[in-house]
């Protein structure tokens, strides 16, 4: 029953989540901080979202199902990928659904 719901989850998961995933697990790699700002920032290059709302709510999202954690820090609140956050990414990407697009914050 709980790999059903998972299953159920993450196909209603689209593009933002996907990437916002993909951004907090790069970031963790890298040990650097990834926040709510560097998110928009990203969605917006990428033509994903044009607002910080909808960027703020794509991480509220993934923070309700547990898939991130959402960490105030230095007046900042930063993301991190949870145990579940890394299971879902590693299934989007099997998936195919999406395709991987870099950070400009993280990759340049």
């Not at 059903?4 to 209603?12: C, D, G, P, S």
């Not at 900042?76 to 400009?104: C, M, P, V």
Request: aromatic letters at 10%; a negative charge; charged letters at 30%.
């Amino acid at each position: 029953m709980e790999n059903e719901l998972f299953k159920k989850q993450l196909a209603r998961l689209d593009e933002a989540h996907f990437l916002l995933l993909y951004w907090t697990t790069v970031a963790e790699d890298k040990e650097q901080r990834y926040n709510i700002t560097n998110a928009f920032d990203d969605l917006k290059f990428h033509k994903v979202t044009r607002t910080k709302q909808s960027a703020v709510a794509f991480v509220d999202s993934l923070h309700a199902l547990c898939l991130i954690d959402v960490r105030e820090e230095s007046n900042r609140k930063n993301l991190y990928l949870s145990e579940y956050g890394g299971l879902a990414l590693q299934e989007l990407i099997t998936d195919s659904k999406f395709s991987i697009k870099n950070s400009i914050h993280l990759e340049g």
